[in-house]
């Protein structure tokens, strides 16, 4: 991602006041949609020679439901494919693509899409993309966060799915948690900024401005601050605060 882009949270203000192997798919076989890397057979079909292609069955495809290169005495599929019996399902919503009116989830149907396999519209089918939605987590990082590989942000708080695993240490699948202001206090002429943070969070900013609408006017007050230990709850004390003073919380990447 480039290094130009911030998370921020407006604070209140202050006024003082399994791979299931099915017969027979050669080692070598290739299309826009699979590729074999060894033969794969049932126990009770016979093996078939390297590359060979009688007796083949139409292979489909789950992309990465194999974690690297799965071998065996009887199988071998490249990582991000494994057979499968059901059709391509290029969004992966569990509706095959000959059932499914928006094939790759973007939004618009089939009938009126113009890049039917291409969710984030980048030119390349999802098939051949290794982030389907451009949302900077690879296919296979969003099964492993759990994410929805044609949504940005999977659990809609308003913070995409890599903002929150990369960048803020949250749960992307959890619309309860993102990055908020716990609670703005005025205590003894001084403000106490807290947020709810996480550990491993090294780069937290704290701003202020007393004109909201004025887009440039945030003055920078502190930072880096690196998550409190201990606890998923940071503060930051301002002094000497003017009085209507806003504050957010930012995190730049």
């Known amino acids: 991602m480039v290094a130009v882009k911030t998370i921020m949270q407006i604070c209140a203000s202050v006024t003082f006041l399994g791979l299931s192997i099915f017969p027979s798919y050669a080692a070598g076989q290739t299309s826009t949609s699979f590729r074999v890397v060894a033969d794969v057979f049932c126990a009770a079909d016979a093996g078939i020679a390297v590359g060979g292609a009688s007796n083949q069955s139409s292979l489909s495809v789950a992309q990465w439901s194999v974690v690297g290169v799965q071998t065996s005495a009887s199988f071998g599929c490249e990582e991000g494919f494994q057979a499968a019996t059901d059709g391509l399902d290029s969004d992966h919503d569990g509706i095959p693509d000959g059932e499914d009116p928006d094939s790759d989830g973007d939004g618009v149907p089939d009938a009126a899409d113009l890049r039917i396999y291409d969710t984030d519209n980048d030119g390349e089918n999802n098939l051949a993309d290794n982030d389907d939605d451009a949302d900077g987590l690879t296919d296979m990082q969003e099964s492993q966060y759990g994410t929805s590989w044609v949504r940005t942000d999977s659990d809609d708080d308003s913070q995409s799915d890599y903002e929150e695993a990369v960048v803020l240490l949250t749960d992307p699948t959890d619309g309860s948690d993102f990055l908020r202001c716990s609670s703005v206090e005025l205590q003894n ?45 940071t503060s930051w004390t301002d002094v000497s605060p003017p009085e209507g003073s806003h504050y957010r919380i930012r995190v730049p990447y």
């Open 189 to 233: 002429g001084q403000v106490v900024v807290s947020w709810a943070s996480e550990p491993g969070v090294t780069n937290y900013w704290v701003q202020r401005t007393t004109n909201i609408a004025a887009a440039a006017s945030w003055t920078t007050l502190a930072g880096p601050i690196s998550a409190a230990v201990g606890t998923n709850r």
